[in-house]
């Protein structure tokens, strides 16, 4: 018809999208962008939308997001590593990168990141599930010590003798008398990574990637005490309502509860 009546395909297109009715799923693409603090994309929130019932494609989900100004935090964000003792023991690794399939508590994996606070570095551990991906412990504090790991110990709310194995980096913060008198008394087995293989550690990882994405880089933290404010916040969030795309698109809560019932 354009061709028939002289007129550009660009002019039918343009008019076309001036005149259409506002589509009618905008205000649910807002709100569940909002609702994952600015960090869902397309991919996540077509599952949040699917979960309402609407069928949505991504190419439509990305156009609403342009048109109303909605950016992900996703970037990538860098951080200069500094270089740290290392954890000489002999202890194996065994994971071996098989961080896929695990059952509750068998396996949990640790690192510790930076965080600014105030004009000066922090520090914040987190002790992760593999079987859902779920931050089982958290601690957070001004030097980067076992203190701070052991911390994050404490603040589990399962049985330690549930765990089996534990397994970090041979970062130096990993190893001293408390955590190995936590070792012994639980009957934890150690695990480490291969000398500077952080692919052997790749769950902790992404794991901090998406914290320091999430949260850590959209925030200012005056004191240390409003750092632990939030992070706990944060945990929560990020357990209870924060769907992760390896589980499913399930959140790490929600996971684990399914995989209870179907053992059960």
């Known amino acids: 018809m354009c061709d028939v009546l002289g007129i550009p395909k660009s002019t039918f297109y343009h008019t076309s999208k001036k005149t259409a009715e506002p589509d009618p799923i905008i205000n649910d693409v807002i709100e569940i962008f909002k609702s994952s603090r600015r960090n869902y994309g397309t991919r996540k929130i077509k599952y949040e939308l699917k979960d309402r019932g609407i069928i949505a494609s991504r190419r439509r989900i990305g156009r609403i997001m342009k048109e109303n100004g909605l950016v992900s935090n996703y970037a990538v964000a860098q951080y200069k590593v500094y270089k740290q003792p290392v954890n000489d023991d002999s202890f194996p690794n065994e994971v071996n990168q098989q961080f896929d399939g695990r059952n509750h508590l068998e396996v949990i994996v640790s690192d510790l990141t930076y965080v600014r606070v105030g004009g000066k570095w922090n520090y914040v551990c987190l002790i992760i599930d593999l079987h859902n991906r779920e931050i089982i412990g958290y601690s957070a504090g001004a030097n980067k010590t076992a203190l701070l790991v052991y911390?994050?110990?404490?603040?589990?709310?399962?049985?330690?003798?549930?765990i089996t194995i534990f397994h970090t980096d041979r970062g130096s913060e990993f190893k001293n008398n408390a955590i190995d008198g936590v070792m012994e008394t639980f009957n934890i087995r150690r695990s480490l990574s291969k000398k500077g293989c952080p692919y052997d550690n790749a769950v902790?990882?992404?794991?901090?990637?998406?914290?320091?994405?999430?949260?850590?880089?959209?925030?200012?933290?005056?004191?240390?005490?409003?750092?632990?404010?939030?992070?706990?916040?944060?945990v929560n969030w990020y357990n209870n309502v924060r769907i992760h795309s390896s589980l499913s698109y399930l959140t790490p809560v929600a996971y684990r509860k399914s995989a209870h019932k179907k053992v059960v």
């Not at 911390?151 to 549930?162: E, G, S, V």
């Not at 901090?208 to 925030?219: G, P």
Request: a positive charge.
């Open 151 to 162: 911390q994050a110990f404490a603040r589990i709310k399962y049985r330690l003798d549930l």
């Open 204 to 234: 902790a990882e992404s794991t901090f990637k998406v914290f320091k994405t999430e949260f850590a880089n959209q925030q200012v933290f005056p004191s240390l005490d409003y750092l632990k404010l939030m992070l706990s916040d944060y």
